[in-house]
């Protein structure tokens, strides 16, 4: 049966590997975004769209009225906005601990709040039982990211992710996270990375490649299947070997 699957940043990258992957299925895709020109172009057979900065409480008031218009029930709901700051403008001050303010707090708004707003804006729709939600963490959680404030911000999900796997459990909604290692054919990274970075990040997989957005997509599709039904409260990595365990 086709299902409701919300898609946060759904316009490129991830997201929209993982919107195709649904859509694929015949599943009703909704994407999410900032930006309604990249929206728009992005190539996902019957998908809605609905442009808003998910980390602005009024903008996902919106998003709640347009999905309880548009979809009434959500069947699976991807967390998937996110990233470094990008395409955010630069702390404006020379002053150290404003630029630190600065950094920390657009990482908090970008990875945590768009998640954590969207979450409890569509968590009574959920479909009980049977829902999905799931998360976009990063290796970084569990490396550090250089400053500090990206890494901590996805890590922030974790636990997020432990609670609502609890609440929501009984309502038959499982919740988990996906934690990618380096993955390409992205807008993460701006325009481009810098090929030695890339080089470096790659030798650090067993598999000797960077991940896909397709890989990512693959494991967000299987764990919003029937049979990852049991898996909740996780935290699957997905980096070809280049972080082990945990
Ligand atoms: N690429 C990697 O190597 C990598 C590794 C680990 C984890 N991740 C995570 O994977 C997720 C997807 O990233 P990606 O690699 O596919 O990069 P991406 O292409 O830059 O995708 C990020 C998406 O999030 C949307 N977004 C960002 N801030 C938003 C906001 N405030 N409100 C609404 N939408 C927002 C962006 O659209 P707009 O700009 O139009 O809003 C964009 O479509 C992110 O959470 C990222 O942190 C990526």
Redesign the pocket.
């Known amino acids: 049966m086709a299902r409701n699957v919300v898609i946060?940043?759904?316009?490129?990258?991830?997201?929209?590997a993982a919107a195709r992957a649904f859509a694929a299925d015949g599943d009703q895709v909704l994407l999410?975004?900032?930006?309604a020109e990249?929206?728009e172009k992005a190539d996902v057979p019957g998908a809605l769209t609905h442009?808003?900065?998910?980390?602005?409480p009024h903008a996902v008031r919106g998003v709640a009225q347009f999905v309880a218009a548009e979809l009434g029930t959500v069947d699976v709901l991807v967390n998937?906005?996110?990233?470094?700051g990008?395409?955010e403008a630069g702390a404006d001050t020379d002053e150290p601990l404003e630029a630190v303010a600065h950094t920390w707090t657009v990482n908090f708004?970008?990875?945590v709040l768009?998640a954590a707003l969207l979450t409890e804006a569509l968590r009574e729709r959920l479909a009980s039982p049977g829902g999905r939600v799931l998360f976009?963490?990063?290796?970084?959680a569990y490396r550090g990211s250089g400053s500090g404030a990206?890494a901590a911000s996805?890590a922030a999900l974790h636990p997020y992710a432990f609670d609502l796997a609890r609440d929501l459990g009984p309502r038959g909604i499982t919740v988990n996270v996906v934690?990618?290692?380096?993955?390409?054919d992205?807008?993460?990274?701006g325009e481009a990375i810098d090929p030695a970075r890339r080089d470096r990040l790659v030798a650090e997989t067993s598999t000797g490649r960077a991940?896909t957005?397709g890989d990512?997509a693959a494991t967000l599709h299987w764990l919003a299947s029937p049979g990852a039904g049991h898996i909740t409260a996780q935290v699957i990595q997905v980096n070809g070997g280049a972080e082990r365990g945990h």
């Open positions: 946060s940043g759904g316009g490129t990258g991830i997201g929209l999410l975004g900032r930006r990249v929206l442009a808003a900065d998910l980390s602005d998937n906005a996110g990233g470094a990008n395409p708004r970008q990875n768009t976009l963490s990063s290796i970084a990206y996805k934690a990618p290692g380096y993955v390409e992205t807008d993460f990274f991940g957005p990512i």
